[in-house]
């Protein structure tokens, strides 16, 4: 399985992601550096929506490429409310379908997860790593998709890194091993357990629309 890194499918309709079935279970590759950007979104919105009417798929299993999950947002170029405001309607409907997705999801991380690359990944049911798995938040993005919810009940602050709850494979075929082990524990997941965990979310998303606005577009001149 390790052959994802270096053969990920290029799929019709799909340009900054792959999205392929391996036996039961559906795949969605980040392609490197996995900047979440609105087309981005839009794609991994589209694929998981394909998934969730696909009766081959009994789960989907979210990864990246070339040792990235995902680097995080990459947000409008120009500094504009209405193209920030689009934004981050797409990243609500990516949350929306997240947790209307009635499969389990599972995130697999071999590499790197930066800043919100951490958040999609705690949108999964379960997270799995790859030993020198790295998650980096260097505070130069807001928390968003759900992240002020998630991080207080997944992730650890230890020494001058997060630790997130997750099992772990070796490095050596962390998307082999990862896979297999989705395979495995795929039955024992609840996926109406990922809604219970964000109940309340829509004051919680109202209230990150606000704090990644004020991100982005305030100043003292405004």
């Known amino acids: ?12 309709g ?15 590759a980040l392609l490197y550096p996995g900047k979440l950007g609105k087309d981005t979104v839009e794609e991994l919105i589209k694929a998981i ?10 789960g989907l299993v979210i990864t990246g490429t070339n040792g990235y999950f995902s680097e995080g947002l990459l947000v409008p ?18 949350i929306f379908v997240i947790l209307s997705f009635d499969k389990p999801l599972i995130s697999l991380v071999a590499g790197k997860a930066k800043n919100n690359g951490i958040s ?27 992240s002020t919810i998630s991080f207080k009940d997944r992730v650890k602050i230890e020494g001058n890194g997060l630790h997130v709850q997750s099992l772990t494979v ?8 990862g896979f297999n ?15 219970y965990r964000y109940s309340g979310y829509d004051k919680v998303i109202l209230e990150e629309e606000v704090n990644f606005l004020d991100f982005y577009l305030w100043c003292e001149k405004c």
Do not use: C
């Open 1 to 12: 399985m390790d052959h994802f890194y270096n053969r990920v499918p290029k799929v019709d």
């Open 14 to 28: 799909f340009s900054k992601i792959s999205f392929w079935r391996e036996e039961e279970i559906g795949i969605i």
């Open 49 to 58: 929506s394909l998934a969730s009417v696909d009766d081959k798929i009994s």
């Open 77 to 94: 170029q120009r500094i504009a409310y209405a193209d920030f405001r689009d934004y981050y309607q797409t990243l609500m409907n990516l």
């Open 120 to 146: 999609l990944a705690l949108l999964s049911d379960q997270i799995i790593v790859s030993e020198n798995s790295k998650f980096i938040w260097d505070n130069n993005e807001p928390f968003v998709l759900l």
């Open 170 to 177: 070796k490095d050596e075929n962390a998307l082999g091993d």
């Open 181 to 195: 082990l989705s395979k495995s524990i795929v039955k024992m997941i609840n996926p109406n357990s990922r809604k």
